[in-house]
Antibody, heavy 122, light 112 residues
Framework: QITLKESGPTLVKPTQTLTLTCTFSGFSLSTSGVGVGWIRQPPGKALEWLALIYWDDDKRYSPSLKSRLTITKDTSKNQVVLTMTNMDPVDTATYYC??????????????WGQGTLVTVSS | QSVLTQPPSASGTPGQRVTISCSGS????????VNWYQQLPGTAPKLLIYSNNQRPSGVPDRFSGSKSGTSASLAISGLQSEDEADYYCAAWDDSLNGRVYVFGTGTKVTVL
């Protein structure tokens, strides 16, 4: 059974850097085809994809946020870390991490973690 | 900013069929498979349909997906009260910015 859980601060100040950790079980990020992604959702708004890291350390970022995002993995700890610099109140959202696996017909996110709400306020 | 467009809302009475559209372009739906996610109130999204029309284990067969050209659709047959949720389409987009994952604008389904 695959599970993921996000952890990190619930409140950050504007201009600060946010660091979120996704701790997972039930799969290995060293297995070919496997990935872990981050998605966020502002209150009452739609989902927004942020970043994805694959087993081979290939990384993909949302173009609109690429300059502020860094995604890394620690295979030995079963963790993926997302950092976002220069936080702003508009970054207030629930942040989710999710498992991904490359298949012949594509890849998708399944399952997802429970999410963690991050509020940006002074 | 979503590049996949969905109607903001859809509704039906129990037992009815509801269809949700998802409009994209040649760089996303036109060249990659479509996934659908269901988000029940106050919960994390859950994969509902993958690879255009495949259901993960445990998803009722009243949910079905299809794709044609640069558009996709999700159909819910025999609508039930527990289907009241937000639904999002998604696909990879091969643009000048590289390969990015894009979500739709989301559709809120209400069971009347």
């Amino acid at each position: 059974q695959i599970t993921l859980k996000e952890s990190g601060p619930t409140l950050v100040k504007p201009t600060q850097t946010l660091t979120l950790t996704c701790t997972f079980s039930g799969f290995s990020l060293s297995t070919s085809g496997v990935g872990v992604g981050w998605i966020r959702q502002p209150p009452g708004k739609a989902l927004e994809w942020l970043a994805l890291i694959y087993w081979d350390d290939d990384k993909r970022y949302s173009p609109s946020l690429k300059s502020r995002l860094t995604i890394t993995k620690d295979t030995s700890k079963n963790q993926v870390v997302l950092t976002m610099t220069n936080m702003d109140p508009v970054d207030t959202a629930t942040y989710y991490c999710a498992h991904s696996r490359l298949e012949q017909t594509g890849d998708w996110f399944d399952p997802w973690g429970q999410g963690t709400l991050v509020t940006v306020s002074s | 900013q979503s590049v996949l467009t969905q109607p903001p809302s859809a509704s039906g009475t129990p037992g009815q069929r509801v269809t949700i559209s998802c409009s994209g372009s040649s760089s996303n739906i036109g060249s990659n498979t479509v996934n659908w996610y269901q988000q029940l109130p106050g919960t994390a999204p859950k994969l509902l349909i993958y690879s255009n029309n495949q259901r993960p284990s445990g998803v009722p067969d009243r949910f079905s997906g299809s794709k044609s050209g640069t558009s996709a659709s999700l159909a819910i047959s025999g609508l039930q009260s527990e289907d009241e949720a937000d639904y999002y389409c998604a696909a990879w987009d091969d643009s000048l910015n590289g390969r990015v994952y894009v979500f739709g604008t989301g559709t809120k389904v209400t069971v009347l």
